[in-house]
């Protein structure tokens, strides 16, 4: 089995280079499948699992697609099958955004239900209701969902009951090819969705007010390929924000864009951090004492969902109590109980966790239960007492490029092994002992 071993107590500084941000690139490679005319390129996509994974649902598809350097291609002008199966999308849900750009470009579409998943049911409700406002007919059975129209959807008027990233992403890809206008309300605003409108304008689309809560879509016949560059990835960012600040060291995070990361930006300085913005991105200098705070998880630009397992961890070495209440799903707090394994002294109720410190967190062996939580075991391991050895690397892999290079390139103890090799190295050389 693979596992990151990382040593605590070593100070984090240097450069650290984000990549192109996993939640802008994976929307913006299924929305390249509605040009009839022409190939995207799309610049500074991460080489992460969930990119493989999508690359391959469009292979499957009969689309032309390939990845190197960073960089994209699709040519999806030949026909294509209108089928996502089950084994896409089990590995990732993102699968279910191909549903808008099939339906809208060939009346069909057809995805595997995704199912429920570590942090929370995930239900695709809200996409599914945007589909039939706009003229949609919608079918679940046989753990498919088949989404059909007979010609063009029609542009309509429609209220998201919550700003679901997702159903705002897929709504606004179907509405793009959609026979007039399409007025979307209580939408997500996070900046993806702006990467995503940005890409299909240079499509040819029609859309305006990404990033505020109604977005209007004046529907057009069809739509071109076009060349794009993903924006930096806010999450991966702010994870090694949280590195820096956690071990009192100085990082410059290079691409980090401090208008997309307020909220965290805002609650770090809370706790004592200094974050300076640079002309390249945002250096961060942990204190010697970090101060508890108290945060909730919200649609953007309130605090996000996907650094708070990560903020827990720095809340541990935070001085007196913090609390941290989660509002998106209703299931993200799988790593409470792995962080207690590290000795943590934490404390569930209802929808929030008290966290009380600073505790003396012990190296243990945890389960990144799922991708944030395995990013957040590591930054606790990085301040714990001994060896931290974390589990279940499939999870981290779909968020995060080279994560221990990175780190290690920063000053950390870290290294990524394979039980299966290190029985072998022990039996040669018997170097490796100590870290199986
Ligand atoms: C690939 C991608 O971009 N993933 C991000 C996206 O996920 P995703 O797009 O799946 O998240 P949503 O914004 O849709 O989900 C937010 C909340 O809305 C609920 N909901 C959503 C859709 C729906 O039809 N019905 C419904 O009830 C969900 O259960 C959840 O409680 O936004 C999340 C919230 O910022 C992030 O954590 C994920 O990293
Ligand atoms: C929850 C996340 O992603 P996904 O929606 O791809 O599961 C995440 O990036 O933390």
Redesign the pocket.
């Known amino acids: 089995m693979e596992k990151i071993i990382v040593g605590g107590g070593r100070q984090l500084n240097g450069t650290v280079k984000i990549e192109g941000a996993?939640?802008a690139v994976?929307?913006v490679i299924a929305a390249s499948i509605i040009a009839s005319e022409g190939k995207s390129v799309i610049h500074e996509v991460p080489a992460l699992a969930d990119v493989f994974t999508i690359k391959e649902v469009l292979s499957n598809m009969n689309a032309d697609i390939s990845f190197a350097n960073n960089t994209v291609t699709v040519d999806a002008t030949q026909p294509l099958k209108t089928e996502a199966p089950f084994e896409f999308v089990r590995k990732m849900?993102?699968s279910v955004l191909v549903l808008g750009p099939l339906l809208a470009r060939y009346g069909h579409a057809k995805v595997a239900l995704p199912g429920g998943c570590a942090i929370?049911?995930?239900?695709?409700?809200?996409?599914?209701k945007g589909f039939e406002a706009m003229g949609a007919k919608v079918h679940v059975g046989n753990g498919f969902v088949e989404v059909y129209t007979n010609g063009r959807l029609k542009g309509a008027k429609i209220y998201l009951?919550?700003?679901?990233?997702?159903?705002t992403?897929n709504i606004m890809m179907a509405a793009a090819l959609a026979d007039g206008k399409t007025i979307l309300e209580n939408c997500?605003k996070?900046p993806?969705i702006v990467d995503l409108a940005n890409f299909l304008n240079k499509m040819g689309a029609k859309v305006v007010g990404a990033g505020t809560e109604i977005i209007k879509i004046e529907g057009v016949k069809t739509l071109h390929g076009a060349e794009h560059t993903i924006i930096p990835d806010r999450?991966e960012a702010g994870t090694f924000m949280v590195a820096a600040a956690i071990t009192g060291g100085n990082v410059l995070v290079k691409g980090a864009e401090l208008e997309h990361m307020r909220s965290l930006v805002s609650k770090m300085e809370e706790m004592g951090v200094k974050i300076i913005e640079e002309p390249d991105g945002l250096r961060v200098i942990g204190p010697k004492t970090l101060i508890a705070t108290d945060l909730k998880t919200l649609?953007?630009p309130g605090f996000?969902?996907?650094m708070q397992s990560q903020m827990m961890a720095l809340m541990l070495n935070a001085k007196g109590t913090s609390v941290i209440t989660e509002t998106?799903?209703?299931n993200r707090f799988m790593h409470v109980e792995e962080f207690r394994r590290m000795n943590a002294k934490l404390k569930i109720e209802g929808r929030s966790v008290i966290v009380e410190g600073p505790v003396i967190l012990q190296g243990a062996e945890v389960a990144a239960t799922d991708l944030r939580a395995g990013a957040a075991l590591i930054l606790a391991g990085l301040t714990a007492e001994g060896y931290t050895r974390v589990t279940e690397l499939k999870h981290l892999d779909r968020g995060y490029v080279n994560l221990t290079e990175k780190f290690a390139q920063l000053g950390a103890d870290i290294e990524r092994v394979d039980d299966e090799e290190n029985i072998i190295i022990d039996a040669t050389t018997h170097e490796h002992s100590s870290v199986s």
């Open positions: 996993k939640n994976l929307p849900r993102a929370g049911s995930r239900p695709i409700d809200l996409h599914l009951d919550v700003p679901s990233v997702g159903a992403e997500a996070e993806e999450i649609p953007h996000p969902t996907d998106v799903f209703e």
